[in-house]
């Protein structure tokens, strides 16, 4: 399954499927992105990073993919589990500026049996 | 258990109360950033430290808020006279200078009535 992040909310997945959660970022400026996951009740937890000096990171299960030139971020996650439905954003930041994060509105992934 | 920890985790409060939250963040981490987040939304930067010093606030954190970190450890995070809107999650994360990857505590959920 595949969602579009801010124009698709919600991405509804088989277990077992790949997802790909998408992400338009805004400042072209940024050179360093992160995903986080978010559960019901819980902070932002730390998935993958990746640096604007590259274009793809692979983590366990996760991978990131980063286009400068559309500014658009991605995160597939292979073998969709039932522990992965969360909420999912990514954030933009400039690692000299503080590195305080601006994140995107995120993406839900349900995850069905 | 060694991550950020955040007290309390659910405030209810009549408006024109004053709240004060607290984050201790992981030992090591020089930085401390204060982050709201409203329901659907991602996190919105309100605040960072580098050791005792607040380097950054947003327009977001109007005169009511204050945060400290007086010691260069511990933070905490003041609303004045409370109103409706600032019910919200309050969210604290920390990392090292130059390291990137913030780590984000469990927030704390003010609920204001």
């Known amino acids: 399954g595949e969602s579009v992040g801010l124009h698709l909310p919600t991405l509804s997945v088989q277990e077992g499927d790949n997802s790909i959660i998408n992400c338009a970022y805004s400042?072209?400026?940024?050179?360093?992105f992160i995903w986080y996951k978010q559960e019901s009740g819980k902070g932002p937890q730390f998935i993958i990073d990746?640096?604007?000096?590259?274009d793809k990171r692979q983590g366990q299960r996760v991978t990131v993919l980063l286009n400068k030139t559309v500014k658009h971020l991605s995160l597939q996650i292979a073998a969709t589990q039932p522990g992965d439905s969360a909420v999912y954003f990514c954030?933009?930041?400039?690692?000299?500026?503080?590195?305080?994060?601006?994140f995107g509105t995120g993406t839900q992934l349900k995850v069905e049996l | 258990d060694t991550g950020v920890s955040q007290n309390p985790r659910h405030k209810i409060t009549k408006r024109g109360q004053n709240v004060t939250f607290r984050c201790d963040p992981i030992?090591?981490?020089?930085?401390l950033y204060w982050y709201r987040q409203t329901l659907g939304q991602g996190p919105e930067f309100l605040t960072y430290?580098?050791?005792?010093?607040?380097?950054?606030k947003s327009r977001l954190l109007s005169d009511r808020f204050s945060a400290e970190r007086p010691k260069g450890s511990f933070s905490t995070l003041e609303i004045q006279r409370t109103e409706q809107g600032d019910s919200a999650m309050y969210l604290c994360?920390?990392?090292?200078?130059?390291?990137?990857?913030?780590?984000f505590g469990p927030g704390t959920r003010l609920t204001v009535t």
């Open positions: 994360a920390s990392s090292l200078v130059g390291g990137g990857e913030q780590y």
């Open positions: 400042n072209s400026a940024s050179d360093y």
């Open positions: 990746i640096r604007s000096n590259m």
């Open positions: 954030a933009e930041t400039l690692a000299g500026g503080g590195n305080k994060l601006t």
């Open positions: 030992s090591e981490h020089n930085r």
């Open positions: 430290f580098q050791n005792e010093a607040q380097l950054e």
